[in-house]
């Protein structure tokens, strides 16, 4: 019987341009879930209606509102929708429970994504198509389960929850005993933050899988210590990827500060395929962003080694050999599994960069191209 694997990759909050960093993550993802679908059954939860009720995402749409009015977002691109999450970031304006209200209860009743989000989402779809980016859902209404109230009264059940509200307190996920930090996942007023949304997704769902991988950067590792604590308890076997993200020029930056503009997906991508076949943008993308970057955070983004490597890619592709079949071996896969049930993507993709022979077409195909 095959076993189950739950991949949980980080989000990206939809109010900014992809930039390097987003690129990595996404496309180690991809390349693991493409990999570990060929000898187990995989299910890849990625939804962007979890984290919609954020303050982060829910603060920026009643930015917008307030400071833009009627906008036809549909006119925008990518790059001016992150110019305003800037402006909404630097302005530092505090945002009462009862203004971002309305847009939380129209996210969980009516399944509500603001225009301006709609509209990065869209974009990001044509990236996604052009990369051959599996696309698990970004224009789909996917709720979680549990909602918010269920999930508190869960872990509090459990012995993990500390639920001070009646007394004018905060919502807290207690992980004390292990030796870990107690982390407020819910304000006073119930607003949640982003391990309250993980944790309403997650905690169903770990339950029904044998493993469970957490892709994430680094700098949330100290939540994802907390969230694999509480998901472990469900009885999957739980995994921590953690991913570096992408210096420029030496210096790692979160998005919300910009400057990005010549580092964006849509640059990188429209540049690249102008001069190389879809085949070889897609597997160079990932030669690039996942052997030679590796999963620290070491090496600044670098445009030529990626054009070097879309380049190898084409040539690597024109000699590939047919090949019997249309998934690779499970025998092949094994080698990058390392006692766990899903595929390393490291591990793999550097193997295409060392052999001598070309790999098959079967596994280009199932998982690169």
């Not at 302005?91 to 603001?114: I, R, S, T």
Request: glycine share 8%.
């Amino acid at each position: 019987m095959s076993r189950s694997v739950l991949l949980a990759p980080v989000t990206v909050t939809p109010s900014k341009p992809l930039t390097p960093s987003h690129l990595k993550g996404l496309l180690w993802a991809d390349v693991m879930y493409r990999a570990t679908a060929q000898v187990a059954d995989v299910t890849f939860r990625y939804s962007h209606t979890t984290y919609h009720p954020t303050e982060q995402t829910l603060g920026f749409w009643e930015f917008l509102d307030r400071t833009r009015g009627d906008t036809d977002y549909t006119t925008l691109s990518e790059s001016q929708i992150g110019e305003l999450y800037v402006r909404y970031r630097a302005e530092g304006h505090p945002q009462a429970a009862e203004d971002l209200y309305p847009y939380a209860q129209a996210v969980e009743e009516h399944g509500f994504v603001h225009p301006a989000s709609e509209r990065v989402l869209r974009l990001w779809s044509a990236h996604y198509a052009r990369l051959g980016l599996h696309d698990p859902g970004l224009l789909g209404h996917q709720p979680p389960e549990l909602d918010l109230e269920e999930m508190v009264e869960e872990l509090v059940a459990s012995g993990m929850g500390l639920d001070q509200r009646e007394l004018g307190g905060r919502v807290y996920l207690d992980a004390t005993r292990f030796g870990l930090p107690l982390r407020q996942i819910m304000s006073a007023e119930g607003r949640p933050n982003y391990l309250a949304c993980a944790l309403r997704e997650l905690l169903p769902l770990a339950a029904r899988h044998d493993e469970l991988v957490l892709l994430y950067d680094n700098e949330l590792a100290p939540d994802y210590r907390l969230l694999a604590q509480v998901l472990g308890r469900q009885g999957a076997a739980v995994h921590h990827v953690p991913i570096g993200r992408v210096p420029i020029d030496g210096r790692v930056a979160s998005a919300r500060h910009g400057g990005w503009h010549e580092h964006t997906a849509d640059t990188l991508v429209r540049d690249l395929a102008a001069e190389h076949t879809p085949e070889a943008l897609r597997l160079g993308m990932r030669l690039y962003f996942i052997a030679v970057l590796g999963p620290g955070q070491r090496e600044s983004f670098r445009p030529d080694l990626l054009r070097k490597h879309v380049s190898r890619a084409e040539r690597l592709v024109a000699r590939v050999p047919e090949a019997a079949g249309t998934r690779p071996s499970v025998d092949t896969l094994g080698r990058y599994r390392r006692g766990h049930t899903h595929v390393d993507p490291y591990r793999l993709t550097c193997s295409l960069l060392g052999r001598a022979a070309a790999p098959s077409l079967s596994l280009l195909s199932s998982v690169y191209l």
